[in-house]
C-alpha cells in the first residue's frame, strides 16, 4: 500500500512538474538592433515609418552638443538639427520631446535652468525650420542623468547636450 501511494505522489508531481513546463515560441521577436546616427535610411530593418527607430537610423544624431555654460546652437548641431527637420516634415503627426542637459558643475538649479534654456534653444531652431512648435514638448534634466560618468572636460562635454526623443 504504502508502495502504491509513493508511486501515485511521484505520478503527480511528475505531470505537475510537466505541465508547467514553458514551451519555446514559434516565432521569436526581432533582436535589438538600429544604430543611432547611422543615417543609412534603408528600409526593411523593422522599423516602421514615423517611429523612434525609424528617426534614429534616419538622422545624423539623436544628440547635439554644446559649449561650457552656453545655450548657442553652433555648426555642427545645425547640421544636426536640419537632418532631424527634414525627417520630422515627413512624418508631421509625430511628437516629440527635447531634453536639455547640463554637465556636473555648478548647482541643480543652475544646471536645469542651463538645460531648459538648451531644449527651448533647440524647439526654437526647429520651429524655425518649419517644425509646428505645438507638437513638441521641452524637459530639462539639468546634470542628473549624465550619458558620460567622469569629472573631466571629455565627459562633461558629452554631457552638456539636448536630446530629441520621438514619443510613438
Known amino acids: 500500500m504504502a508502495r502504491l501511494t509513493t508511486t501515485i505522489l511521484l505520478g503527480t ?14 516565432v521569436l521577436p526581432p533582436a535589438p ?19 523612434r527607430g525609424d528617426f534614429e537610423r534616419s538622422v545624423t544624431s539623436n544628440t547635439i552638443n554644446f559649449a561650457l555654460d552656453s545655450y548657442d546652437i553652433d555648426a555642427r548641431a545645425r547640421s544636426i538639427l536640419d537632418t532631424q527637420a527634414q525627417w520630422l516634415a ?5 511628437p516629440i520631446t527635447l531634453e536639455g542637459h547640463a554637465d556636473e558643475r555648478g548647482t541643480r538649479e543652475y544646471n ?3 538645460g531648459d534654456r538648451r531644449a527651448n534653444a533647440t524647439k526654437n531652431y526647429l520651429a524655425g525650420r518649419g517644425i509646428n512648435p505645438a507638437r513638441i ?3 530639462s534634466y539639468g ?19 539636448a536630446v530629441t526623443i520621438v514619443l510613438n
Open 13 to 26: 508531481a511528475l505531470l505537475a512538474t510537466a505541465a508547467c513546463s514553458k514551451k519555446r515560441p514559434e
Open 33 to 51: 538592433g538600429g544604430e543611432v546616427g547611422s543615417g543609412t535610411g534603408q528600409a526593411g530593418d523593422g522599423f516602421a515609418p514615423g517611429s
Open 90 to 94: 515627413r512624418y508631421p503627426n509625430v
Open 112 to 114: 536645469l535652468a542651463l
Open 137 to 139: 514638448s521641452t524637459i
Open 143 to 161: 546634470k542628473e542623468r549624465p550619458v558620460a560618468l567622469g569629472s573631466d572636460e571629455s565627459s562633461w562635454a558629452q554631457n552638456r547636450r
